[in-house]
């Protein structure tokens, strides 16, 4: 098991590779002057030449991919235009937010996604088949940024219910906790109002966050289930007298859940993507909203450093999903 | 048809609905098994074995109606049961079930002593037990068990999962799964078919001992007559639906009365004395001929034989000696 | 025949085409059919605002402009952003799939790490980094999801023909002599096309989605495009009040975009079974 886990690890250093050559390519390739789209728009001349040097922009390709990697390595993104702090700083004050939100929307899309999945699938033909198939096809047409808003318009402003924005209500302070994520935060050091506060706020971003997730994952899970249903040893089971309930949520959803499994890697880059534009939305204080404000300022540096975090984060994901297959089927770990 | 009988298979009437049309997969099966007896049911694949099996066991496909007939199982109606009697008492508790590829019908992602503790947390008799030593109950009852069906180190195989098993040794798994609540009939379907020849005769052994041993009744269903002959005591032949012929093994091979069933003898390589085929080919159910189905093959065949009602009539050599054929029918015109 | 029969009997698959259908002429002949064609540009103050009515089905926004108006505008800038982006990455993304999928040497391997390192991040946040990189605006935007797409049918492509380049028929035709480009072009294309075009229906449908959110972050069109994207960040500022300014760009967006994917689910359903799991 441990040598599947290296192996897989090892197979994602290539990409990480290439995904620090693209990041690279961006800054120095695209634009027609890397050295004023990394300074900013009111940078002086001085300051450009500074950057120029800081970056060896003057020096040839390979060195300055050298000096890249040097930065990347020490965590050093430069500083952040509008922030005027360090980018790394930024980023890691800003990311247990963004992991709150995501983490949140993607346990509500596989708790409430897998189990309408399996009810699809069993009730086949039948009306509650159809309708969840019809939301799940419209929830992925849904545009998450107009979701928020309307969300926003029915719970926050018309009925009252749900916070508008932010992420703890005003006159709280977030407690210095271990995690940075404010729900486990609070709760390890006592403080439930905070803990309340922060969980009605956390509802209608992760609720929206969730949605397009929500709806692949009862796609696929209905998909495998279906499929799954099909197979001899589910009759056999079935010959066996193995209890319904039993046979279809244990027996024949663990084999189901493959295919769902192998998307949830995908499933998260559209989580982060949604993250930006929600954040955005709700004043959600992590790294989506934190693109948004630097792509408004022209923050050019923001940009790439999110992009190679996100990109991280991404192929983190992607192995963490593999190992999770290989817990379920067991006839993979042999591979 | 005496009240002794394990099961008992009256006329049944099975047709299933498709895209194609309506399939009338059984026409009339007659069948009885006693107690601690093997009984063989031959035809030849599509001849509806499977669709009574699954009759038997009340997991008939969706689109499929029972027209007529009746099932019996130890006094009780089979097919007015519903879902949950039947789950509850006769699958898997009463009834034990062998399929036929072992290396389809186990749980893949699941270990093999999640699967056969399954089994037992749903039908075994608990003996008062609870808790932790039930379970430990259970376990050495099952470990018992495999080492009975011969499979090498049962402690083990607990842990391990059904890939990490080869072909025989998977089946020897599934006949202790069907034999692990002391059932009173086991339903074996074509069990050995996935398998090499010497691994075949290993688990057919078995299969004869275990009948003797644990006075289990099996209803064995296969295509193959050399099969029926080791192992079964009596048997009962099918042919597209219908039910042509039955009585004890010997007598039936000896002096076969239907003439699908002499053809059949004749053809076996063990006895046929040149190449012989049977002429024609199976009626699809979709549009089965009327009648007697073997008619439009038969050589005896008569005018009368496509209006015969099937009906299976004792011979003069005993009440358990039966055939459905004009030559044997005194009321039939020529 | 069979096949439009099947097609035909899958309800959501012809409500699919119905919308796209709907969708294609709205962007063909919207300005004939909008009840206010000139209010892409031209304002009207002393209607500003106002709640949906007869006049205005779907009320009137900041500068008094018919919203329906403006939606049914919006159709034809979506489409044409959707066609470009799905068409420059079918025509940059596929041959280079096909080449690595047929060859097996360093080529194949540089466009599948390629692939794979653009595959590893969401493509949104590829796009507005390089939407910020070009200036934003939409001539950029289009560009940015162009390139950010491509990676997608290449994959797709690879699949096809590294799964039909060990088919015996392939064999068969390089026995014959069959040159490479020609087994490719005339033989594994063919076969490989039903997935591409399941792909660049759904492709059309997640466009329009990603360039209305570039758009809604303003990094696509500017005022005053009736792009709808656009609409729904300009009407923030008005709500609670004016929620049909919010609604109706968002609904569209939201048909048009349903439309696309029953679409292409129906031609998946029909093209092959097979590959009704994958995306």
Same mark, same amino acid.
């Given at each position: 098991?441990?040598?599947?886990?290296?192996?897989?690890?090892?197979?994602?250093?290539?990409?990480?590779l290439?995904?620090l050559?693209?990041?690279?390519?961006?800054?120095?390739?695209?634009?027609?002057n890397?050295?004023t789209?990394?300074?900013?728009?009111?940078?002086?001349?001085?300051?450009?030449?500074?950057?120029?040097?800081?970056?060896?922009?003057?020096?040839?390709?390979?060195?300055q991919?050298?000096?890249?990697?040097?930065?990347?390595?020490?965590?050093?993104f430069g500083?952040?235009?509008?922030?005027g702090?360090?980018?790394a700083?930024?980023?890691?004050?800003?990311?247990?937010?963004?992991?709150?939100?995501?983490?949140?929307?993607?346990?509500?899309?596989?708790?409430?996604?897998v189990?309408?999945g399996?009810?699809g699938?069993v009730?086949?033909?039948r009306?509650?088949?159809?309708?969840?198939?019809?939301?799940?096809?419209?929830?992925?047409?849904?545009?998450?940024?107009?979701?928020?808003i309307?969300?926003?318009?029915?719970?926050s402003?018309?009925?009252?219910?749900l916070p508008?924005?932010?992420?703890? +209500?005003?006159?709280?302070?977030?407690?210095?906790g271990?995690?940075?994520?404010l729900?486990?935060?609070?709760?390890?050091?006592?403080?439930?109002?905070?803990?309340?506060?922060?969980?009605?706020h956390?509802?209608?971003p992760?609720?929206?966050?969730?949605l397009?997730?929500?709806?692949?994952i009862?796609?696929?899970?209905?998909?495998?289930?279906?499929?799954?249903?099909?197979?001899?040893?589910?009759?056999y089971?079935?010959?066996?007298g193995y %209890?319904?309930?039993?046979?279809?949520?244990? =027996?024949?959803l663990?084999?189901?859940?493959?295919?769902?499994?192998?998307?949830?890697?995908?499933?998260?880059?559209?989580?982060?993507?949604g993250?930006?534009?929600?954040?955005?939305?709700?004043?959600?204080?992590?790294?989506?909203?934190?693109t948004?404000?630097?792509?408004?300022?022209?923050?050019?540096?923001v940009i790439?450093?999110v992009?190679?975090?996100?990109?991280v984060?991404?192929?983190?994901?992607?192995i963490?999903?593999d190992?999770?297959?290989?817990?379920?089927d067991?006839?993979?770990?042999?591979? | 048809?005496?009240?002794?009988?394990?099961?008992?298979?009256?006329?049944?009437?099975?047709s299933?609905?498709?895209?194609?049309?309506v399939?009338r997969?059984?026409?009339?099966?007659?069948l009885?098994?006693?107690?601690?007896?093997?009984?063989?049911?031959? +035809?030849?694949?599509?001849?509806?074995?499977?669709?009574l099996?699954?009759?038997?066991?009340?997991?008939?496909?969706?689109?499929a109606?029972?027209?007529?007939?009746?099932?019996?199982?130890?006094?009780?109606d089979?097919?007015?049961?519903?879902?949950?009697?039947l789950n509850?008492?006769?699958?898997?508790?009463?009834?034990?079930f062998?399929?036929?590829?072992p290396?389809?019908a186990?749980?893949?992602?699941?270990?093999?002593?999640?699967?056969?503790?399954?089994i037992?947390?749903?039908?075994?008799?608990?003996?008062?037990?609870r808790?932790?030593?039930?379970?430990?109950a259970?376990?050495?009852?099952?470990?018992?068990?495999?080492?009975?069906v011969?499979?090498?180190?049962?402690?083990?195989?607990?842990?391990? =999962?059904?890939?990490?098993?080869?072909?025989?040794q998977r089946?020897?798994?599934?006949?202790?799964?069907?034999?692990?609540?002391?059932?009173?009939?086991?339903?074996?379907?074509?069990?050995?078919?996935?398998?090499?020849?010497?691994?075949?005769?290993?688990?057919?052994?078995?299969?004869?001992?275990?009948?003797g041993?644990?006075?289990?009744?099996?209803?064995?269903v296969?295509?193959?007559l050399?099969?029926?002959?080791?192992?079964?005591?009596?048997?009962?032949?099918?042919?597209?639906?219908?039910?042509?012929e039955?009585?004890?093994?010997?007598?039936?091979l000896?002096h076969?009365?239907?003439?699908?069933t002499?053809?059949?003898v004749?053809?076996?390589?063990?006895?046929?004395?040149?190449?012989?085929?049977?002429?024609?080919?199976?009626?699809s159910?979709l549009?089965?001929?009327?009648g007697?189905?073997?008619?439009?093959?038969?050589?005896?065949?008569?005018?009368?034989?496509?209006?015969?009602a099937?009906?299976?009539?004792?011979?003069?050599?005993?009440?358990?000696?039966?055939?459905?054929?004009?030559?044997?029918?005194?009321?039939?015109?020529? | 025949m069979?096949?439009?029969?099947?097609?035909?009997?899958?309800?959501?698959?012809?409500?699919?085409?119905?919308?796209?259908?709907?969708v294609?002429?709205?962007?063909?002949? %919207?300005?004939l059919?909008?009840?206010y064609?000139?209010?892409?540009?031209a304002?009207?103050?002393?209607?500003?605002?106002?709640?949906?009515?007869?006049h205005?089905?779907?009320?009137?926004?900041d500068?008094?402009?018919?919203m329906?108006?403006?939606?049914?505008?919006?159709a034809?800038?979506?489409?044409?952003v959707a066609?470009?982006v799905v068409?420059v990455?079918?025509?940059?993304?596929?041959?280079?799939?096909?080449i690595?999928? =047929?060859t097996?040497?360093?080529l194949?391997?540089?466009?599948?790490?390629?692939?794979?390192?653009?595959?590893?991040?969401?493509?949104?946040?590829?796009?507005?980094a390089?939407?910020?990189?070009?200036?934003?605006?939409?001539?950029s935007?289009?560009?940015?999801?162009?390139?950010? =797409?491509w990676p997608y049918?290449?994959?797709?492509?690879?699949?096809e023909?590294r799964?039909?380049r060990t088919?015996?028929?392939?064999?068969?035709?390089?026995?014959?002599?069959?040159?490479?480009?020609?087994?490719?072009?005339?033989?594994?294309?063919?076969?490989?096309?039903?997935?591409?075009?399941?792909?660049?229906?759904i492709?059309?449908?997640?466009?329009?989605?990603?360039?209305?959110?570039?758009g809604?972050?303003?990094?696509?069109?500017?005022?005053?495009?009736?792009?709808?994207?656009l609409m729904i960040?300009?009407s923030?500022?008005?709500?609670?009040?004016?929620?049909?300014?919010?609604?109706?760009?968002?609904?569209?967006?939201?048909?048009a975009?349903?439309?696309?994917n029953?679409?292409?689910d129906?031609?998946?359903?029909?093209?092959?079974?097979?590959?009704?799991?994958?995306?």
């Amino acid at each position: 098991m441990i040598r599947f886990v290296l192996r897989r690890v090892g197979l994602a250093i290539p990409t990480l590779l290439g995904l620090l050559v693209i990041t690279f390519v961006l800054i120095h390739a695209v634009p027609a002057n890397p050295a004023t789209a990394l300074a900013g728009d009111d940078a002086t001349p001085a300051q450009i030449a500074a950057i120029r040097r800081k970056f060896g922009l003057d020096k040839p390709v390979y060195e300055q991919f050298g000096i890249y990697l040097g930065q990347v390595a020490r965590l050093d993104f430069g500083i952040s235009a509008f922030s005027g702090r360090p980018v790394a700083l930024d980023i890691r004050e800003r990311l247990p937010a963004t992991l709150e939100l995501t983490t949140a929307a993607l346990m509500l899309a596989i708790l409430l996604g897998v189990p309408l999945g399996v009810v699809g699938a069993v009730s086949h033909n039948r009306w509650p088949d159809f309708l969840l198939r019809t939301l799940s096809v419209g929830g992925l047409a849904v545009a998450t940024f107009w979701l928020a808003i309307m969300l926003q318009l029915l719970f926050s402003m018309q009925l009252g219910w749900l916070p508008l924005r932010g992420r703890l +209500g005003l006159g709280l302070a977030a407690p210095p906790g271990p995690t940075g994520l404010l729900l486990v935060d609070s709760l390890l050091a006592g403080r439930l109002a905070v803990f309340w506060s922060a969980l009605r706020h956390l509802i209608l971003p992760a609720v929206t966050l969730s949605l397009g997730g929500m709806a692949t994952i009862v796609r696929f899970t209905r998909a495998g289930m279906l499929e799954t249903l099909q197979k001899d040893f589910v009759l056999y089971e079935r010959a066996a007298g193995y %209890g319904r309930q039993r046979l279809i949520w244990i =027996y024949v959803l663990r084999n189901s859940v493959v295919a769902t499994v192998t998307q949830i890697g995908l499933l998260f880059g559209g989580l982060i993507a949604g993250a930006v534009v929600v954040e955005s939305i709700f004043d959600w204080p992590g790294i989506g909203d934190y693109t948004v404000q630097a792509i408004l300022t022209g923050d050019y540096k923001v940009i790439l450093a999110v992009t190679l975090v996100i990109g991280v984060i991404y192929i983190a994901v992607n192995i963490l999903a593999d190992l999770a297959l290989a817990w379920i089927d067991p006839r993979l770990r042999s591979e | 048809m005496s009240g002794a009988d394990l099961l008992s298979v009256s006329g049944l009437r099975i047709s299933i609905r498709s895209d194609e049309g309506v399939a009338r997969v059984l026409d009339h099966v007659d069948l009885t098994l006693a107690r601690g007896r093997v009984l063989g049911v031959v +035809g030849e694949s599509g001849c509806g074995k499977s669709t009574l099996i699954r009759a038997i066991m009340g997991i008939l496909p969706a689109g499929a109606h029972v027209d007529a007939g009746g099932i019996r199982f130890e006094g009780r109606d089979l097919l007015r049961m519903t879902e949950t009697e039947l789950n509850r008492g006769i699958r898997g508790g009463r009834i034990g079930f062998i399929p036929q590829d072992p290396y389809l019908a186990l749980n893949p992602v699941f270990t093999v002593g999640t699967q056969l503790m399954e089994i037992m947390r749903r039908h075994a008799a608990r003996d008062g037990k609870r808790g932790s030593a039930l379970r430990a109950a259970f376990r050495a009852r099952l470990v018992a068990l495999l080492r009975r069906v011969h499979l090498p180190d049962p402690e083990g195989a607990f842990g391990r =999962y059904p890939h990490q098993f080869s072909g025989g040794q998977r089946q020897r798994l599934l006949i202790a799964a069907a034999l692990a609540c002391a059932p009173g009939l086991l339903i074996a379907d074509e069990p050995t078919t996935a398998l090499d020849v010497t691994t075949q005769q290993q688990i057919l052994d078995l299969l004869r001992a275990l009948a003797g041993e644990l006075d289990v009744a099996i209803l064995f269903v296969t295509h193959d007559l050399g099969v029926v002959a080791r192992l079964c005591d009596d048997m009962s032949v099918i042919y597209a639906g219908q039910t042509v012929e039955s009585g004890p093994t010997r007598q039936v091979l000896d002096h076969p009365a239907h003439p699908y069933t002499r053809a059949l003898v004749a053809c076996h390589p063990a006895r046929a004395q040149g190449f012989a085929g049977i002429a024609g080919s199976v009626p699809s159910p979709l549009a089965p001929s009327p009648g007697c189905r073997f008619a439009p093959r038969c050589a005896e065949a008569a005018d009368g034989c496509a209006h015969r009602a099937p009906h299976l009539r004792p011979m003069p050599q005993g009440p358990e000696r039966r055939v459905d054929c004009r030559l044997y029918d005194p009321a039939a015109r020529p | 025949m069979l096949v439009l029969r099947k097609f035909l009997r899958d309800i959501p698959a012809v409500l699919g085409l119905a919308i796209v259908s709907a969708v294609v002429l709205l962007a063909v002949f %919207g300005p004939l059919i909008a009840p206010y064609p000139g209010d892409i540009t031209a304002a009207h103050l002393a209607r500003r605002l106002q709640a949906p009515s007869p006049h205005f089905p779907f009320g009137t926004d900041d500068l008094g402009r018919d919203m329906l108006s403006r939606v049914i505008l919006g159709a034809p800038g979506a489409l044409e952003v959707a066609l470009f982006v799905v068409v420059v990455a079918l025509v940059v993304g596929v041959p280079l799939g096909l080449i690595a999928g =047929y060859t097996d040497g360093w080529l194949a391997e540089l466009i599948m790490r390629v692939t794979d390192v653009f595959l590893a991040l969401p493509q949104l946040v590829l796009a507005l980094a390089l939407a910020e990189l070009m200036t934003p605006s939409l001539r950029s935007a289009m560009l940015a999801l162009a390139i950010t =797409y491509w990676p997608y049918f290449t994959r797709i492509a690879f699949a096809e023909t590294r799964r039909l380049r060990t088919a015996l028929f392939v064999d068969a035709l390089a026995g014959l002599g069959a040159s490479r480009s020609r087994i490719i072009l005339a033989h594994i294309l063919p076969n490989a096309a039903s997935a591409l075009i399941v792909r660049a229906t759904i492709g059309l449908g997640f466009t329009i989605l990603v360039a209305a959110t570039l758009g809604f972050l303003g990094m696509g069109a500017t005022p005053p495009d009736p792009d709808w994207g656009l609409m729904i960040a300009q009407s923030r500022t008005y709500l609670p009040g004016a929620w049909w300014y919010a609604l109706f760009p968002g609904l569209a967006i939201l048909i048009a975009v349903l439309g696309f994917n029953l679409l292409g689910d129906g031609l998946r359903d029909i093209v092959d079974p097979r590959l009704r799991r994958s995306r």
